[in-house]
């Protein structure tokens, strides 16, 4: 428990911790029960804790166990590999993205001085036009659904005449979400950061692309990096949506699996853990990013930004979206 | 563009059916949500085990994950997931009472799933509260319960509100996944049935799909901002 939390009350005393562990007895006993009638008895009647339909799953000497967990591996193989793509494929889009935005909202403010006035007021409004796209975009791709996202490229490419394999739709349509997610959370390190980075920057003469490339973004990525951990869970989870257009990953292969041993309960349970390790340990690897970086904030006496609330929002997705 | 007028009212039909999703699952989210962190922030050990386990379990599997398990878990279970049929809401909500069960079962995962999320975006708003409040309180006498009452859960409600928020956001966009799931008629489901069996042009169907989404989740993220920044003002 955190620190936080027990601050709500006070230490026990001993008629106290008496009472705590009574009722934490009583709750454990209470909660036993209850696993056992709503979940042991339901399982046992419906013979769902035979080994036979457990047993491909976790027995080594049934006949289809190899051949079953080969077929998980590829699948599982098959999702980190979507993964991994998009990911990268959505921070690089992404950062640009982020780039993007940051250098039309400089421009809008910029007054074209120099040049004859006519041409000025085209570039102003040309930016204005510009910046007022990106954001339309922005906003578009981040109210839409995932799966929706990734049904309308796989649905919509071909009508333009682009065929490609079902792993391709799936990137592209995980890489066209995250990496507007990504290009806002980078964005808002970039806004984020003391006014004075910029100002410094430009005072010793970089051009703002410079300003950009060695001082914004660098410090964005490394105040933001606990949401892009975040958001490498939110990604991994919604490969798992690729089961819509029939690309091979590890639910699909699971409904493959289910075709033939008819064991729903205890496939679903197999990847349902396999998941919850992967997320778990990455969710684990950003709160102790996000420690050491605090940590890091402190000693060098900057003033402490608040990156929490970006990544608890970007958690929520997963599945089908996040904000 | 033809497709948009012709079928007006299956479009409206489809937003009207994932706007009942999203209401129903909103509330049972917020309640189990809400439960979970209470169980959280419990001071009896066994409880919170429960409520950080539960978070870890749900927050950590895919949405799909959860929806398969309701959708082929509870019927080798034998269910119907019939204590969904409450007698009064089932008049308002049509598709709670059918026969069909897959409105029931992805309003059962997409509840389970959003609530941790729920819990978690509690919990920040708690944990946000200064230290000082809930000593202070302490100071003064006052119990776990009162603590809770009358210091620590009205100052946590403001801090958990825009958190809440994106939370109810990503929900919506989530029961998108509900019409891959048998939900016959939602906005997602009603997408497949136009561009696949009955052939309209993709284009017009996908940006009218995409409006029905878009009306319940822009206009939402655009309050919060807005009640982020006046927070941020406030402070």
């Known amino acids: 428990m955190s620190q936080q939390t027990s601050v709500l009350y006070d230490v026990p005393g001993p008629r106290q911790r008496r009472i705590t562990l009574i009722s934490s007895i009583v709750a454990g006993v209470v909660l036993l029960v209850g696993a056992y009638f709503l979940i042991y008895r339901p399982l046992d009647e419906n013979g769902q804790l035979s080994m036979e339909l457990w047993g491909p799953l976790i027995d080594p000497s049934n006949e289809n166990f190899s051949q079953v967990w080969e077929r998980i591996g590829l699948g599982f193989k098959n999702t980190l590999l ?21 250098q039309l909202k400089s ?40 799966v929706l996202t990734i049904f309308f490229v796989a649905r919509g490419f071909p009508e333009f005449g682009l065929y490609f394999d079902n792993f391709w739709y799936l990137v592209i349509g995980l890489t066209i979400y995250n990496s507007v997610v990504i290009g806002e959370i980078l ?10 980075q910029a100002e410094a920057a430009a005072a010793i003469g970089l051009s703002p692309a410079q300003t950009t490339r060695m001082i914004l973004l660098p410090q964005a990525f490394r105040v933001m990096l606990p949401a892009l951990i975040s958001q490498l869970v939110v990604v991994l989870k919604d490969t798992s949506l690729g089961f819509i ?79 | 563009m033809n497709v948009l007028i012709d079928k007006f009212d299956v479009f409206a039909g489809g937003f009207w059916l994932t706007l009942q999703i999203c209401i129903l699952a909103a509330i049972g989210a917020l309640v189990l949500g809400a439960i979970v962190a209470v169980l959280r ?43 969904l049929r409450i007698p009064v809401l089932d008049s308002l909500f049509t598709r709670l009472g059918t026969d069909l069960p897959y409105f029931r079962f992805a309003l059962i995962a997409l509840v389970l799933y959003t609530a941790a999320f729920v819990c978690e975006a509690l919990r920040s708003g708690v ?28 100052q946590s409600w403001k801090a958990s509100i825009v958190p809440l928020g994106s939370v109810i956001i990503a929900m919506i966009k989530n029961s998108a996944l509900a019409g891959f799931f048998g939900v016959a008629g939602d906005l997602s489901a009603t997408a497949d049935q136009l561009t696949g069996a009955e052939g309209y042009a993709f284009v017009p169907v996908a940006i009218g799909i995409s409006i029905g989404y878009l009306i319940m989740t822009v206009p939402l993220g655009a309050l919060l901002d807005r009640i982020e920044k006046r927070q941020a003002v406030a402070r």
């Not at chain 1, 889009?93 to 940051?102: E, F, S």
């Not at chain 1, 390190?189 to 004075?196: D, R, S, T, V």
């Not at chain 2, 950080?52 to 279970?77: E, I």
């Open chain 1, 187 to 196: 964005r808002s390190g970039m806004e984020g950061l003391p006014g004075g």
């Open chain 1, 82 to 102: 979507a993964a991994a793509l998009a990911i990268v494929a959505s921070l690089a889009v992404g950062t640009l993205l982020a780039v993007l935005r940051i």
């Open chain 2, 127 to 154: 944990n946000a509260v200064p230290a000082g409040q809930a000593e202070a309180a302490r100071s003064l006498g006052l119990t776990f319960g009162q603590n809770l009452r009358y210091v620590v859960l009205p």
């Open chain 2, 41 to 83: 922030i419990s001071p009896v050990p066994p409880l919170r085990a429960l409520g950080t386990g539960y978070v870890n379990v749900f927050r950590n599997m895919p949405l799909t994950v959860v929806m398969f398990f309701a959708a082929f878990g509870l019927p080798a279970l034998g269910s119907n997931a019939d204590f």
């Open chain 1, 245 to 323: 257009i029939s690309y091979e990953e590890t639910l699909n292969i699971g409904k493959q699996l289910i075709g033939v041993l008819s064991n729903p309960i205890q496939v679903y349970v197999v990847i349902a853990v396999l998941f919850i390790v992967v997320n778990y340990s990455l969710s684990k690897l950003a709160q102790y990013v996000q420690r050491r970086l605090a940590r890091g904030r402190k000693t060098a006496g900057t003033p402490a930004q608040n990156p929490p609330a970006a990544a608890l929002i970007s958690q929520a997705g997963g599945g089908g979206g996040g904000n």
């Open chain 1, 107 to 146: 421009l809008i403010r910029r007054r074209f001085t120099g040049v004859a006035t006519p041409v000025a007021y085209l570039l102003r409004g040309l930016s204005r036009v510009l910046s007022a796209v990106t954001r339309v975009c922005v906003e578009v791709f981040r109210g839409l659904p995932v």
